[in-house]
């Protein structure tokens, strides 16, 4: 079936007017400056834009750092840095907001506990002014802080004293589970609707999408996406209560959201519904789970939706925020949406009304093996663009790495694999690639807004996933060890080893490494990748201390049977790589591309990254995993850190041509800055490490021609 139009919701023949007029006209429409970094990704559109013209491809070469600023605290940055006045406004490795002179790298304030231990990283903070109030606002675990843009000051006016919870807007079930947000919320006059991260197994809480006062912290509005009786979408579900499930949940947006100031529409893309790989107590399609959501900024109330992923059992997340962009067709301009996916394809709409500018074919994909589990029938794939990354099912025994010491024993557990595109999980292995953390991740796409050309980045690194039946909890076993079996063994292992090369670390010498205070904090918060579980009983939490620092010996007789209310687990998160820590598959391991939105067709594909242990071999260039996003300007520069090789640089965006590199203190796993101050062009960008087993760093660098 090919699907021209995704239902939208009713709205006024008015309104509904005006917003077409101002979404499609062949009239050429007013150009838009893009010369400040106020805001997340550039803009409220997040395109990675902008205008300023003194750096150019000709000068580019001549880029110096022109000041450093080292952090008190060491590891991953993620953060993009927003720019306001001569202010640059960031956060560390340890959740501390700083402000620093644009021009020079100078603290000029820092806010946040130097005692406690971090637990997540973060891409930011958002601003927000109204005459002499400025306001940064950041989150540091389940809680949203108003800071004074200049002071760093609590405003004391806003929540509790300067903050609120941001569990405030949820059920009172879920207000004792993990909450955080890890993505700047969109400021829209005088609201900030918050991205949350959540829990991905059972228990989570419910992904709802909240808005808050900027100046008093209360709850503006809320939408469920998880949609309770009379409300749309709840027919998806055959669970009739899903919506308040001690054990369904999420459907959140993470990733950070899009709002068009001119229209007040917003897009926000939605993650898979939790647990993660088995959904047979969640059957149906799920909305609005997988959704690209086009909500009213003031209201809340939905417009037009699209699901990417119906019933989704592969945790196959919207990684990144749309890009609010306008294509031509037929000799005019139309404002579109762009949203790209962990899949590696691309789904451009109308922004106005969902309709999509592409076909999209609903594909006939496998059923499920795992009793009690219904996998959707079909799954839709966009006709254009091609994807950009390679996909699993063209896999063969010949695409195995030539640099594998161990190519054998790779191709036999590729032959083993089932390959299939959605194909879903089961108790065999099978091959997911792009991986779970995508083709396209978290550091978003950049674009020419009026050109309709966006330029991403994509991993190409595969992973295996398998199920296991649920054992029954043996007798004998300690409190800690049946504790440890179901919230931890999925990545660090029953055996404790973890799995270094997948960033798992191993728990067998926790002891010698941390103290009981810091892993209580790290259970109950979580960190990085890490999830948090403070609905872990406080008992039960103290014996899971005592196994892992192998201090526990009463045996738990209490219990003959896990409280795990699933019949399958997922065995864990595993990198299909080669006996070196390499992707097991051919290179390129990661790639940079330029699509043309207006016809769906590349207009160039490079490799992006390198490995430096094969280059000093004299071996062609392989690519490497990329976190991070690109920037692109007016003038012809697309610049890009990102890649696990630890280098800043620069490209033509046209050709892909590369102009300029620089090897960085540490890896930046982060998108960089472009602003202007006293008449000079700079660029800035975090430089953290620490992901990917890379060097922690502290450094936020900026360059300049100098």
Known sequence: MILKKKHPLPISLFVLCFILLSCESSDKPEKKAYDTWSSYLGGPDRNHYSTLSQITPENV???KVAWSYSAPDYGQMQMNPIIVDSMLYGVTAALRAVALHAGTGKELWRFGDSLKLPTSTSRGVSYWSKRDDKRILYTAGPNLYALNALTGKLISSFGDNGKIDLRSGMPEHARDKFVISNTPGTIYKDLIVMPIRLGEDVGSAPGNIMAFNVITGDVEWVFHTIPHPEEEGYETWENKVAYKSDIIGAANNWAGMAVDEETGILYVPTGSASPDFYGGLRKGSNLYANCLLAIEAQTGKRIWHFQFVHHDIWDRDLPAP???????RNGKKIKAVAQVTKQGYVYVFNRATG?????????AVPASTLNGETAWKTQPIPIKPEPFARLSKDLTADDISPYAKNQEELRQILRNSDKREYNPPSLNPNLIFPGFDGAAEWGGTGADPEEGIIYVNSNEMPWLIQMVENEEVMEDVTIGERVYGQYCVVCHQKDRKGNVASSYPSLLNIKSTKSKVEVSELIANGKGMMTGFPQIPEAEKEALIQFLFDQETAVDTSSTSTSYPLPYKFKGYKRF?????????SPPWGTMHAINLNTGDFIWSITLGD????????????GCENYGGPIITENGLLFIAATKDGYFRAFNKKT???????ELPSAAFATPAMYKLNGKQ???IACGGEKLNTKKGNQIIAFALK
């Open 61 to 63: 070469k001549n880029l």
């Open 322 to 328: 749309p890009n609010l962009i306008t294509v031509e």
């Open 355 to 363: 309709e999509p500018l592409f076909d999209i074919e609903e594909v």
């Open 577 to 585: 790589q080669d006996s070196k820590g390499f992707p097991a598959i």
């Open 611 to 622: 490995t430096p242990e094969l280059k000093e071999k004299g071996f062609p260039q392989t």
């Open 656 to 662: 892909g041509k590369l102009l300029w590199e620089y």
């Open 682 to 684: 700079f660029i800035a």
